[in-house]
């Protein structure tokens, strides 16, 4: 497609459940980055895929949380158990790898945790 | 590692005023400069780049930053501010001190009175 795409829009789901939240980034953009953002708050970053480098997961809060990257493309962000404070919205943004490069974000997938 | 600060989380001018956002950034490398902006409920978009052709960048719907190296800073200004300029403004930066990452500042939420 002709942008990044986040499926789905929206979730709801019920404490103590699995989440999956999807990402298809840009063509051949080798960069793809999860944040989160809470109401009100700015982005806070989760994981990081690097081409075929080893992930950056420096950010994700716990090991609750996780994500994968098959063939370079689409990731999918993992949430188990999920608790209320889980609920946000998740952008992922992708780019080409390089200094000048922009990050393009996708709309962004909005969590709510009952 | 490099990093970002932007000064003040809020911000408030009233239609037809100045509108100021600072930025800050932190880079043992030459660094190469962005502000996103995101309107209620979308993604975060491009709004300027800097990448070292020139230190004054022109972005879309008016706004422009200049690069200063000896205050660090890449403020985001634009003359004269328009109702439909409210939102939340990201300043990132990129330096390649062994990958590409972006790293976003906190964000500055932009309020515009008529």
């Known amino acids: 497609g002709a942008g990044v795409s986040q499926s789905p829009s929206n979730k709801v789901t019920e404490k103590g459940k699995d989440v999956e939240l999807r990402c298809d980034p840009i063509?051949?953009?080798?960069?793809l980055y999860w944040y989160r953002q809470s109401l009100g708050q700015g982005l806070e970053f989760l994981i990081y895929?690097?081409?075929?480098?080893?992930?950056?997961k420096s950010g994700l809060p716990s090991d609750r949380f996780s994500a994968e990257r098959t063939g370079g493309s689409v990731s999918t962000l993992t949430i188990q158990r999920t608790q209320q404070e889980d609920s946000a919205v998740y952008l992922c943004?992708?780019?080409?790898?390089?200094?000048?490069?922009?990050?393009?974000f996708g709309q962004g997938t909005r969590l709510t945790v009952v | 590692a490099q990093s970002v600060t932007q000064l003040g989380s809020h911000v408030s001018v009233s239609e037809g005023a100045l509108v100021l956002l600072r930025c800050n950034y932190s880079s043992s490398v030459p660094p190469y400069l962005f502000w996103y902006v995101q309107y209620p409920n979308q993604g975060l978009q491009l709004l300027l780049k800097?990448?070292?052709?020139?230190?004054l960048v022109k972005g879309i719907n008016g706004f422009e930053a200049e690069f200063k190296k000896s205050e660090t800073s890449f403020h985001l200004t634009k003359p004269s501010a328009h109702m439909s300029d409210a939102a939340e403004y990201f300043c990132a930066v990129i330096a390649n001190t062994g990958g590409f990452k972006t790293i976003f500042g906190a964000g500055t939420r932009l309020f515009v009175k008529a």
């Open positions: 800097y990448t070292s052709a020139a230190t």
């Open positions: 943004a992708s780019s080409l790898l390089g200094d000048h490069t922009e990050a393009f």
């Open positions: 895929f690097q081409g075929n480098s080893a992930p950056d």
């Open positions: 063509s051949g953009h080798t960069a």
